[in-house]
């Protein structure tokens, strides 16, 4: 069974970089046609898709970005300890959001769970001095 756990700080100060890690388990990253993405929900919001890397392709992957997110997002995947990470530079407290990571055949750009195979159940990140 895939299962999919976010890590990281759950508070960040305004400016600074925000840095997730999701690492999947049950499971290779480097599955063909598989999309692995970032959704994040802010407080009384509905759900935003940020970005997601491929699972096949090169070495580092393909990336896809959010065009209101594209300036200040970076998602990577390291296949060696089959995790991914998000990056969301010069944060602000609009960013304060659960954060998710999903994975999906086929599936970019999704905003509703039902769409995904797999997703984690979140991390709650703070952007507050």
């Known amino acids: 069974q895939v299962q999919l756990r976010e890590s990281g700080p759950g508070l960040v100060k305004p400016s600074q970089t925000l840095s997730l890690t999701c690492t999947v388990s049950?499971?290779?990253?480097?599955?063909?046609?598989?999309?692995w993405s970032w959704i994040r929900q802010p407080p009384g919001k509905g759900l935003e898709w940020m970005g997601a890397?491929?699972?096949?392709?090169?070495?580092?992957?393909?990336?896809y970005y959010s065009p209101s997110l594209k300036s200040r997002t970076s998602i990577s995947r390291d296949t060696t300890k089959n995790q991914f990470t998000l990056q969301l530079n010069s944060v602000t407290p609009e960013d304060t959001a659960v954060y998710y990571c999903?994975?999906?055949?086929?599936?970019?750009?999704?905003?509703?769970?039902?769409?995904?195979?797999?997703r984690g159940q979140g991390t709650q990140v703070t952007v507050s001095s």
């Open positions: 999903a994975g999906g055949n086929k599936v970019l750009g999704g905003t509703s769970f039902s769409e995904y195979d797999y």
């Open positions: 049950g499971g290779s990253i480097r599955t063909s046609a598989y999309y």
């Open positions: 890397i491929t699972g096949s392709g090169s070495t580092s992957g393909f990336t």
